[in-house]
C-alpha cells in the first residue's frame, strides 16, 4: 500500500508553469485528453474543494452563491430587490440560451470578427463593467442625494454613466463636465471610521487597497478634464450640495 503523503505544488510553481505555457498552442493529444476527460462526482457536486481542503464551496454556502437571495441580502440590497435581481439574471440567461449565444465566451466575439485576444479582452471590459455598473449596488442614500441634488442644481444629472471608456461614475452633469461620485461608507471603508488594516467582511479587501483604488480612479477622471467630487455616505449632505451650489455657480 502506498502510504506517501500526497504532492502538492505551490502557488508560484503554477504560476511558473502557466507563463511558460502561455500563449502556446495545444497539442492534439492534449485536445483530446480535454475533450475525453471525465469529472468525478465529487467535482460534479462542487465536492472537490471539502474532499482536498476542507474547505465548503462557495456555491453550497448562501452568503456566497449569487444565486441566492442571501448573498444580495448581504450586498445591500432588501430581500424584494434581491428576488428582483435573481428574477432579472434569469431572464438574461434565458435570452442568451434561447439565442444559442453567450457574451461571455470567445466565439462569440470571433464570429464577429474579432481575434482571439480582442476577444478576450472584450470579455474582460463587459465583465468589469458589468461589475461596476450593476443597479443593485446603488444604494437608496445614494438615488436619495444625487435626487435632491438635481432639484437643486435644477439641471439633469445623468446615472451610471461610462468614461474614458472603462469608469462607470454614479453622476454625471454633461453641461458642466462634473462628476459625483457616492461612496458608501461601508463599502468603500470611510477612513473617518476604518483603519487601513481593516478588512471588509463581505468582499475581503483591505481598506487601504481599496482607498487605492478609489483615489487612483478620482485622479484618472481629474486628468482627463472631469472636475470629481466625493461624496461619503456619512457626509452631510445638505452641506454637500451647498458646497457644490456655490462652486459650480
Same mark, same amino acid.
Given at each position: 500500500m502506498n502510504n506517501k503523503p500526497k504532492r502538492t505544488m505551490s502557488s508560484e510553481h503554477k504560476q511558473k508553469i502557466s507563463d511558460a505555457l502561455k500563449g502556446k498552442k495545444k497539442t492534439e493529444s492534449h485536445k483530446l485528453a480535454l475533450k475525453n476527460h471525465k469529472r468525478t462526482e465529487e467535482h460534479n457536486n462542487n465536492l472537490t474543494m471539502m474532499v482536498n481542503y476542507g474547505v465548503t464551496h462557495a456555491s453550497k454556502v448562501e452568503e456566497k452563491n449569487?444565486?441566492?437571495?442571501?448573498?444580495?441580502?448581504?450586498?445591500?440590497?432588501?430581500?424584494?430587490?434581491?428576488?428582483?435581481?435573481?428574477?432579472?439574471?434569469?431572464?438574461?440567461?434565458?435570452?442568451?440560451? @434561447?439565442?444559442?449565444? &453567450?457574451?461571455?465566451? !470567445?466565439?462569440?466575439?470571433?464570429?464577429?470578427? =474579432? *481575434?482571439?485576444?480582442? %476577444? @478576450?479582452?472584450?470579455? &474582460?471590459?463587459?465583465? !468589469?463593467?458589468?461589475?461596476?455598473?450593476?443597479? =443593485? *449596488?446603488?444604494?437608496? %442614500?445614494?438615488?436619495?442625494?444625487?435626487?435632491?441634488?438635481?432639484?437643486?442644481?435644477?439641471?439633469?444629472?445623468?446615472?451610471?454613466?461610462?468614461?474614458?471608456?472603462?469608469?462607470?461614475?454614479d453622476g454625471f452633469i454633461l453641461e458642466k463636465n462634473i462628476v459625483i461620485e457616492y461612496f458608501g461608507d461601508f463599502w468603500h471603508m470611510n477612513p473617518n471610521i476604518y483603519n487601513s488594516d481593516y478588512i471588509n467582511r463581505v468582499t475581503k479587501r483591505k481598506a487601504s487597497a481599496q482607498w487605492a483604488e478609489d483615489n487612483g480612479r478620482i485622479e484618472c477622471l481629474c486628468k482627463a478634464g472631469y472636475e470629481t467630487y466625493v461624496v461619503w455616505e456619512s457626509d452631510s449632505q445638505k452641506e454637500i450640495i451647498q458646497k457644490i451650489l456655490k462652486e459650480i455657480n
Open positions: 449569487y444565486f441566492s437571495e442571501k448573498y444580495w441580502i448581504a450586498k445591500g440590497s432588501s430581500p424584494e430587490e434581491a428576488k428582483l435581481i435573481l428574477s432579472n439574471m434569469q431572464k438574461d440567461h434565458s435570452k442568451l440560451v @434561447k439565442k444559442r449565444t &453567450s457574451l461571455w465566451t !470567445t466565439s462569440y466575439w470571433m464570429d464577429k470578427g =474579432f *481575434t482571439l485576444e480582442e %476577444s @478576450k479582452i472584450k470579455i &474582460s471590459e463587459i465583465q !468589469t463593467q458589468n461589475a461596476k455598473k450593476s443597479i =443593485f *449596488t446603488i444604494s437608496k %442614500s445614494e438615488t436619495f442625494f444625487l435626487d435632491n441634488l438635481e432639484k437643486a442644481l435644477n439641471i439633469n444629472i445623468e446615472r451610471n454613466v461610462l468614461l474614458i471608456g472603462k469608469f462607470l461614475v
